[in-house]
């Protein structure tokens, strides 16, 4: 009988990333999960308090309608387990049916950045990791491989106290062909693009009125659009933005990376949607210090979901780290 797979999803960045690498593996029985939880995690989805996060009923919901209207098999949390390989989004939660799964992790994007919080989950490796956000991913040690997006981001992982032995150099999917973008629909050009990000909504706390007038000032007088992150409250942030930036348009849905391939400017916070920008060569703006971001650029290598398959195989077939 075929070995089998299962990819655990997330958000859409996370969900087509999965579905990517699934698409070299189809020697393979295969099937889907939007992200679940257990323990105390469930606890607290089941009282709606994670909302915000992949756990939240409404980011699986959609990831559910993707792998639907993609028409793969789904196995909600892994119920149809064990599995010969796990393939996850992320390791700042490892569910209970899978930690004796060979696993391979594969980068997100951009992470978290290091707070205290970090510094706590990195000295108390007992404490849960999900408190870290994904400054966390890769410190659970639970995966036989960890696929990260360029040599930069895998000595900042190394740094941050993963192994270095399970980390390979693969790029990520949605980043290694920044330039695809370029040819789009999106019907403006010439503008000042600002792509938020949910602080607010995973309590980290924002003063939007001033990164708001921040990117105003930037932009000194050009059109502006706001594209808002998926997990936003976007009736406030709409109003927000018809507040202190009049006339500026307002996005709550469309391809960022193509409103990107068009803009004269990019502003962000922690997005990666950055790297886009850079690698499409806009003049760029971040909260993260811009030469760190250049050194963790992904690697533009259109070949990313390929190379993670192969790394799958390897671990599937050999159980080999890399």
Known sequence: MSKRILFICGS??????????????????????????????????????????????????????????QSVAIDYGGREGPYDLVVTCTDVFVQSNIRRSRIVLVQEGITDPEDR????????????????????????????????????????????????????????????????????????????????????????????????????????????IFRFHPSENMDRATAEVNRYAPGAQTFTSGCAEEMIANCDVLITRYSSTVFVGLALGKETHSDFPMDELRHLM????????????????????DGVLI
């Open 117 to 224: 919080n970090f510094r706590l989950v990195q000295r108390h490796r007992w404490l849960p990791r999900w408190i870290a956000g994904t400054a966390a991913t890769g410190l659970s040690d639970a995966y036989r491989t960890f696929c990260v997006a360029s040599e930069g981001y895998r000595e900042l992982f190394v740094r941050r106290g993963a192994t270095a032995e399970k980390i390979v150099v693969t790029g990520i999917p949605n980043f290694d062909n920044c330039e695809r973008f370029r040819n789009n629909t999106f019907p403006h050009r010439g503008y000042v693009l600002v792509c938020t990000s949910p602080l607010r909504e995973i309590m980290r706390g924002e003063d939007r009125r001033a990164f708001i007038l921040s990117a105003v000032a930037i932009a000194v007088g050009r059109p502006m």
């Open 12 to 69: 859409m960045n996370q969900t087509t990333q999965m579905h990517q690498v699934s698409r070299h593996l189809g020697e393979y029985e295969q099937a889907f999960t939007p992200y679940y939880c257990d323990g105390a995690l469930e606890v607290l989805r089941r009282m709606k308090r994670l909302e915000f996060t992949i756990i939240g009923d409404r980011i699986a919901r959609r990831c559910g309608q993707y792998l639907r209207d």
């Open 298 to 317: 992904p690697v533009q290598n259109h070949a990313a979901a390929e190379n993670i398959a192969n790394v799958c195989r390897r671990v599937i077939e």
